[in-house]
């Protein structure tokens, strides 16, 4: 069973550009979540998206914003780039959770350096 | 808002028994505690979690304290595979299958040979 795909996996980019960042989730799996890891914060929620529809967001700026395709596909956007959004991105794929129970399966990560 | 506290690092020699702990302390009564490890240039992959009871299944067992203010992920040995990041995690349900995620900072394991 093929695991969760993101792409790319390094990219640089200069302050005030924008990126996109995808990931295709396992087969079957609806919810795909993103997440955004640095050393400083660690790892904090981004967003999480089930059926095309965003079901919850993370403390970010209005610059971070996703969307999901009607085969689960997922992309997110970083547009306005600042230094500090250097970080790896993470994407992760479940089955519908029902009630906080259920397993995420992650991707290897976006590593997105921003000079 | 729900925060996880754990140690930065631990050490273990291998094949002793590891013990990582983390607090909760705000933790609500419908936040279920997940553990998730990331080894060196991968993502998190899943452990363990649960809400009330011990857990216990292949990877570890996860102990939880009855005021569940605090957990604590049980490796029964330690191999050197199980040298990771080791975070716990409070998914907080909010309605119609949505949540939020609180992490924390992770611990990171060493297993002495």
């Known amino acids: 069973k093929a695991g969760v795909t993101q792409t790319p996996r390094y990219l640089i980019k200069t302050r005030g550009q924008q990126v996109t960042l995808s990931c295709s989730p396992i087969?079957?799996?609806?919810?795909v979540s993103w997440y955004q890891q640095t050393p400083g914060q660690g790892l904090q929620f981004l967003f999480e998206?089930?059926?095309?529809?965003?079901?919850n967001k993370g403390n970010f700026p209005g610059r971070f914003s996703g969307r999901q395709f009607s085969n689960s596909r997922s992309e997110m956007n970083v547009s306005t780039l600042e230094l500090g959004d250097s970080a790896l991105y993470l994407c992760a794929s479940s089955l519908v959770w029902r009630e906080g129970t259920g397993e995420l399966f992650f991707g290897e990560g976006s590593r997105l350096t921003v000079l | 808002d729900a925060k996880t506290t754990q140690p930065n690092s631990m050490e273990s020699n291998e094949e002793e028994p590891v013990h990582l702990p983390c607090n909760h302390s705000?933790?609500?009564?419908?936040?279920?505690i997940h553990w998730y490890r990331q080894l060196p240039s991968q993502g998190p992959e899943y452990v363990i979690h649960?809400?009330?009871s011990n857990v216990n299944n292949r990877m570890a067992s996860l102990a939880i304290a009855e005021d569940r203010k605090s957990s604590t992920l049980i490796l029964h040995r330690a191999t050197l595979r199980d040298a990771a990041v080791y975070y716990c995690?409070?998914?907080?349900?909010?309605?119609?299958?949505?949540?939020?995620?609180?992490f924390g900072k992770g611990t990171k394991l060493s297993v002495i040979p």
């Open positions: 705000t933790i609500s009564g419908t936040d279920y």
């Open positions: 649960g809400l009330t």
């Open positions: 998206y089930f059926s095309e529809t965003q079901r």
């Open positions: 995690i409070l998914r907080t349900p909010s309605g119609a299958g949505s949540y939020q995620l609180t």
């Open positions: 087969s079957g799996h609806r919810s």
